[in-house]
């Protein structure tokens, strides 16, 4: 009877993943699944519908701060993207040349630095694409190897960006500050970069790609005009972003990111980090003549804090919703015992919350259902089961977070059925109809999801870790199990 009740408190669990492995909008799957882990906590658990309310209000309130954050760094991408901070970027890159064995190395930093700088994969990947994918053409380069380096450069500032949301919703979820979380995995994600980067170039070499180099940023004049009106229905942020680089912008205007990542570093509050970064790219904007008067330039930051909202934050409060009544009913203690029972060593246990965020990620086929469905899990089952002083605790709720987002963005890139490449695929079709390109075409030679993914269930399990400064995880005695 018990294995039974266990079995049907995971029922709604089954139907979220069900749900959005069929297509649904996650704003649709999260409340139908909560209103499944209502009936069976009403039926099931025998817990009545206030208690419901009170576990699904609590969950909510522990994202509040992220939520607060996640709509200034909506509004800071959107000015980003806008006032030519972005374009900075591109141009810098861009003005050196390149030829086709560099294009996939530089098209993996230039969208890796753009997507710190604007937090969205998605945004940078549909602004880079059509620079990228038609400057390899040119060059004669490889497509497979371009898009793999620019889809997994794209996700770079997802898993470390101050204003990416999953960023910002998997340190929420722990409990961390984002700027904490930022410096702990620094060197480690620059690391992966650099070794993504490094085995890019060898690739093309090793392919024997020709060395001819070519103006890259004159590449945008070549891009088809269906290419634009492709991107203007897609991604219209993106399009601002390549005339600026066409027609130009002042190389100062890359100091806004600057700041804020330098702000990052130093331990700066996330609100002054993100506050800085919007008043920056105004006060340069107006001598650079990338801006709009002061209350159209607040009329764009309300833009972001209402795309924030339409979508992101309400899906996150309705599966934050949903894991505070799973946990008021327990439906993972099950889970919990066989993640324990496996687990030596509590970077056992930290390995194993690893792997569940992989699985939730093949399941649900969505990085930001799995960081909010599983984030409380992995959280829990450190909080349950591991013993040790506040400040080491708070280590371990640091790693998870990195879990939660790695496994998400990078991860994605490894899955053939997940939405991330389904997106991808229908960009890159759409602005390069020149070669067909399947979800395993992003997978190929995405070296930056590999490298990411493999290294870090490599260095938690091992405890190599130590090697990478500020990436170090407590150890027995200073951290154990608890024994019941």
């Known amino acids: 009877m018990n294995v039974l009740k266990a079995i049907i408190k995971f029922v709604p669990v089954l139907a979220l993943a069900a749900m959005m492995i069929a297509g649904f909008d996650a704003l649709l799957a999260a409340p139908l699944a909560t209103f499944v882990a209502i009936i069976v906590a009403v039926l099931v658990a025998k817990v009545n519908f206030k208690e419901c309310l009170d576990a699904a209000m ?8 992220a939520l607060f954050i996640l709509m200034f760094a909506y509004a800071m991408a959107s000015v980003f993207m806008s006032t030519g901070v972005g374009a900075s970027v591109v141009n810098l890159a861009l003005s050196l040349g390149v030829n086709a064995r560099l294009v996939p190395m530089i098209g993996l930093i230039v969208t890796a630095v753009l997507s710190v700088a604007t937090g969205t994969s998605w945004g940078t990947f549909a602004a880079c694409a059509p620079i990228f994918m038609w400057l390899n053409h040119i060059v004669g380069g490889d497509i497979t190897l371009t898009v793999c380096a620019i889809a997994g450069g794209a996700c770079f500032g997802d898993n470390i960006g101050l204003i990416s949301d999953t960023t910002i919703v998997s340190s929420g979820i722990q409990g ?13 994600s620059v690391s992966c970069l650099i070794l993504a980067a490094i085995s890019f170039f060898v690739a093309a070499t090793l392919m024997g790609l020709p060395t001819n180099s070519v103006d890259g940023a004159s590449v945008i004049n070549e891009i088809p005009a269906d290419v634009w009106t492709v991107l203007e229905e897609e991604r219209p942020d993106a399009v601002d972003l390549l005339n600026q680089v066409v027609t130009g912008v002042p190389i100062y205007m890359i100091i806004p990111l600057i700041l804020v990542v330098g702000l990052a570093i130093f331990g700066l ?11 920056s790219a105004y006060l340069l904007g107006i001598p650079a003549g990338t801006v ?3 209350m159209e330039y607040l009329d764009q930051c309300m833009t972001g804090f209402a795309d924030a909202g339409s979508w992101v934050i309400v899906m996150m409060m309705w599966v934050a919703a949903f894991g505070g009544i799973m946990q ?4 993972f203690e099950p889970l919990s015992r066989l993640v324990v029972m496996v687990s030596k060593k509590v970077r056992h246990l930290l390995t194993c919350n690893a792997l569940l965020c992989i699985v939730g990620n093949l399941a649900l086929a969505d990085e930001m259902a799995q960081i909010v469905t599983v984030g409380p899990i992995i959280k829990d089952l450190v909080d349950e089961n591991v013993e040790g002083s506040e400040a080491d605790m708070y280590k371990l709720h640091l790693r998870n977070a990195t879990f939660g987002d790695a496994m998400g963005v990078f991860g994605s890139q490894l ?11 229908g960009i890159a079709t759409a602005i390069y109809p020149l070669v067909p390109l399947e979800p395993v075409d992003f997978i190929k030679y995405n070296f930056m999801a590999m490298i990411a993914v493999l290294s870090l269930l490599i260095l938690t399990f091992t405890g190599l870790d130590k090697f990478v400064p500020l990436f170090k995880l407590p150890s027995e005695p200073d951290v154990k199990l608890k024994r019941k």
């Open 269 to 279: 509050n996330t609100f002054a980090c993100i506050g800085t970064g919007i008043v």
């Open 292 to 294: 709009p008067p002061l």
């Open 328 to 331: 008021r009913i327990g439906a």
């Open 58 to 65: 609590g969950s909510v309130s522990n994202i509040l701060i």
């Open 415 to 425: 899955i053939p059925w997940h939405v991330y490449l389904a997106y991808y695929v």
């Open 176 to 188: 961390v500050e984002v700027v904490d979380r930022i410096r702990h995995q620094g060197v480690w």
